[in-house]
Each structure stands twice: as structure tokens, then as C-alpha cells.
């Protein structure tokens, strides 16, 4: 069974960095991160698959960058340039090759000053 563990949220002012972590129990094809704001929908930010290829949304383009380390079954996200609007709760999210899905609990980032 898969299981997502995060880490890494908190609180950071408005221009910081943040950096999250997502292990899992195993492999999955695609990992990545989802997140949603209060009263918005649940958007992606960026997804890379164990053969290197990223997909990313577009509020996070150019400041957002994800990565895995296929050898701890481990994705992360680094974020820079941080503003209020990066506010939310981020959901590790996997997808096999067979298309079932996972996602983790969920860690709250706030940027605030």
C-alpha cells in the first residue's frame, strides 16, 4: 500500500523559501504536488514523473522547482520567491502507471509577514 508521508510546511515572509518533502513507500511513476487556498479549488503546482519529465502550474513557473530522488522514492519542492498568495495547503499527490491515485494529508505553508 502506498503511503505519502510529507514535511517541510511552516510560516515564511513574503520573498523566502521554503522547501517540501514527500517519501513514499514505494515507487510511483508520477509524483508531485497539489495545492488548494481557502475557497478555491485544488490546483496543481508541479508533478515530475522517475524518467525526469516536470509539468507545472502556471502561478508557480520560474520560481517553483521540483525533483526526485528516485533511490528514496522522495520528491521535493523547493520554493522561492514566496507571496501571500503561495498560501495553502500543499498535497503530496503520486499516480501509478495504471493510473491509480494518491495523495497525503497535507502540510500548510503560510507566507505572511
Known amino acids: 500500500q502506498v503511503q505519502l508521508v510529507e514535511s517541510g510546511g511552516g510560516l515564511v515572509q513574503p520573498g523566502g523559501s521554503l522547501r517540501l518533502s514527500c517519501a513514499d513507500s514505494r515507487s510511483i511513476f508520477n509524483m508531485g504536488w497539489y495545492r488548494q487556498a481557502p475557497g478555491k479549488q485544488r490546483e496543481l503546482v508541479a508533478t515530475?514523473?522517475?524518467?525526469?519529465?516536470?509539468n507545472y502550474g502556471d502561478s508557480v513557473k520560474g520560481r517553483f522547482t521540483i525533483s526526485r530522488d528516485n533511490a528514496k522514492n522522495t520528491v521535493y519542492l523547493q520554493m522561492d520567491s514566496l507571496n501571500p498568495e503561495d498560501t495553502a495547503v500543499y498535497y503530496c499527490?503520486?499516480?501509478?502507471?495504471?493510473?491509480?491515485?494518491?495523495w497525503g494529508i497535507g502540510t500548510l505553508v503560510t507566507v505572511s509577514s
Open positions: 499527490y503520486g499516480r501509478s502507471l495504471v493510473g491509480m491515485a494518491y
Open positions: 515530475a514523473t522517475t524518467v525526469s519529465s516536470t
